[in-house]
């Protein structure tokens, strides 16, 4: 059964510097992963899709980077800024099916102080 | 691309009555959609496969008679929280994906209050 472990579960940092928030997960027999962004009682925004096939992606201050032989994906986040914090959710979509359900991380939730 | 719709945003309604909760795939056909549920600060929890033209999937422990979940067309599912209680006061999002090569996309999630 896919797991999928997010670290850290928190992070606050001050507004300006690069973070890494770490993904892994325990099937590598995966189509891609998925890294989102969830703000208190909303919904999930898609930050950056990786195919299993690329090492990785980037999209403005974000790069995520995917190692599917050893199940781990980071998500590098470049000069924080205060409009960063929110819950960030990493999922990885199984091979064991065409439409096959994402499985999530628990999430790590981002404050960036001023 | 990959648009989907969730309406309504937010309802409150009184114990024992339904709800219905819609999601739409606004440019894509979508013969799977999946509903899930969120508790404060929790991560989401898959309620079901919606599957057009045909039963939802259930996940264990999910009351089928509760949660009823009609796909009727390729781009709607909906989902009906029947004889509501305060216990199913929760967020409820869905997702779908046009196909393995996408991403899934979200609703904007759909915030139920029982009272």
């Known amino acids: 059964k896919q797991e999928v472990t997010q670290i850290p579960a928190a992070l606050s940092v001050p507004e300006g510097e690069n973070l890494v928030l770490n993904c892994s997960f325990t099937d590598s027999a995966i189509y891609n992963l998925q890294w989102f962004r969830q703000d208190p009682g909303k919904g999930l925004t898609s930050l950056l899709l990786?195919?299993?096939?690329?090492r990785e992606q980037t999209s403005g201050r974000l790069n995520a980077s995917l190692d599917k032989s050893s199940g781990r994906s980071t998500l590098y986040i470049a000069a924080s800024q205060p409009g960063d914090s929110a819950t960030y959710l990493c999922?990885?979509?199984?091979?064991?099916?065409?439409?096959?359900?994402?499985?999530f991380g628990k999430g790590t939730m981002l404050l960036v102080s001023p | 691309g990959a648009v989907v719709s969730q309406h309504p945003s937010r309802v409150i309604c009184k114990s024992g009555t339904s709800v219905k909760i819609e999601c739409r795939s606004l440019d894509f056909q979508a013969t799977t959609m999946f509903w899930y549920r969120q508790f404060p600060k929790k991560s989401l929890m898959l309620m079901a496969t919606s599957n057009e033209g045909s039963k939802a999937t259930y996940e264990q422990g999910v009351e089928k008679d509760k949660f009823l979940i009609n796909h009727a067309s390729l781009t709607l599912s909906t989902l009906t929280v029947t004889s509501a209680h305060p216990e199913d006061s929760s967020f409820y999002i869905c997702s779908a994906s046009p196909d393995t090569l996408y991403g899934y996309t979200f609703g904007s999630g759909t915030r139920l209050t029982v009272v």
């Open positions: 999922a990885v979509r199984p091979m064991n099916s065409g439409y096959s359900t994402l499985t």
């Open positions: 990786i195919q299993s096939s690329q």
